[in-house]
């Protein structure tokens, strides 16, 4: 597609199930980023793919927390055992490159923790 | 500009004026920024960004402004139409984002609302 897709759009689950989250960057693009935004808040970095190169997870929130990416493109996002705190929009973004490229993001998972 | 707290700084205009949304940066290192607009329910999409060896970079409509000296950024908004009612969002990166320059840190954004 023309646009990073996201899905699905809407996630409601029960506290302590486990979800996965699924982005499919725009073609061509290298790196792969996952944001968290909560209710009212600025973006918080997650995680960031690039290439082959092992990714930085510095942003994981706890060991829950987990993401791949496949063949250099779809990458999933994984929360196990989720719990309330976990409720936000998960984006995603993808760039050509890393440096000094803009990130396009798609439009977000929205997750509910019952 | 940018906000402390879960409350949002707000604009407010009427249709057809223009609009100016600032942001406040803290890393001098940072050298590359963006701005984005978010939509309700929508994914913040890419509206101009500028690195620092300029200060200022005119898009469509759009005016980005960059002041090192005070890390003071600014976006400009031409003719302000109903359309651009949004949440406004600067994000920064630069050499010392932990090793990176990918790391985008985004600020607390700021609400435009254009009156008809």
């Known amino acids: 597609g023309a646009g990073v897709s996201q899905s699905p759009s809407n996630k409601v689950t029960e506290k302590g199930k486990d979800v996965e989250l699924r982005c499919d960057p725009i073609?061509?693009?290298?790196?792969l980023y996952w944001y968290r935004q909560s209710l009212g808040q600025g973006l918080e970095f997650l995680i960031y793919f690039q290439g082959n190169s092992a990714p930085d997870k510095s942003g994981l929130p706890s060991d829950r927390f987990s993401a791949e990416r496949t063949g250099g493109s779809v990458s999933t996002l994984t929360i196990q055992r989720t719990q309330q705190e976990d409720s936000a929009v998960y984006l995603c973004?993808?760039?050509?490159?890393?440096?000094?490229?803009?990130?396009?993001f798609g439009d977000g998972t929205r997750l509910s923790i019952l | 500009g940018e906000s402390v707290g879960l409350h949002l700084p707000t604009l407010s205009v009427q249709e057809g004026d223009n609009s100016i949304i600032n942001c406040a940066y803290s890393?001098?290192?940072?050298?590359?920024f963006i701005w984005y607009k978010q939509e309700s329910g929508k994914g913040p999409q890419f509206i101009i960004d500028i690195r620092s060896n300029m200060d200022k970079r005119q898009g469509q409509r759009v005016t980005v402004l960059l002041n090192k000296t005070v890390k003071h950024l600014s976006l400009q908004i031409a003719a302000t139409q109903p359309g651009d009612s949004a949440v406004y969002f600067c994000a920064e990166t630069g050499a010392n984002s932990g090793g990176s320059n990918y790391k985008l840190t985004f600020g607390k954004g700021t609400l435009l609302t254009v009156n008809p």
């Open positions: 073609s061509g693009h290298t790196a």
């Open positions: 973004a993808s760039s050509l490159r890393d440096s000094n490229q803009p990130q396009h």
């Open positions: 890393n001098s290192a940072s050298d590359y």
